[in-house]
């Protein structure tokens, strides 16, 4: 699997393969591709706490004996 960004050429989006990645599939210019795409969601935050879910309150209860 290769991961590569979106990069803008004029009002489209679009990918750069790495030249190794097409030595490897034996690809050309002109060869017809299939391609899966799977998204990475984008994580913002700070430092160690970065894409770390909001802290949640446990709920108090009480043991009796």
Do not use: Q, Y
Not at 12 to 25: F, N, W
């Amino acid at each position: 699997m290769v991961e590569v960004k979106l990069k803008e050429w004029g009002n489209s989006i679009g990918v750069i393969l790495p030249s190794e990645t097409l030595k490897d599939l034996r690809l050309h210019k002109g060869d017809k591709i299939e391609i899966s795409i799977v998204t990475k969601k984008r994580i913002d935050g700070f430092g160690i706490c970065a894409g770390a879910k909001p802290f949640k309150e446990d709920e108090e209860f009480h043991l009796e004996f």
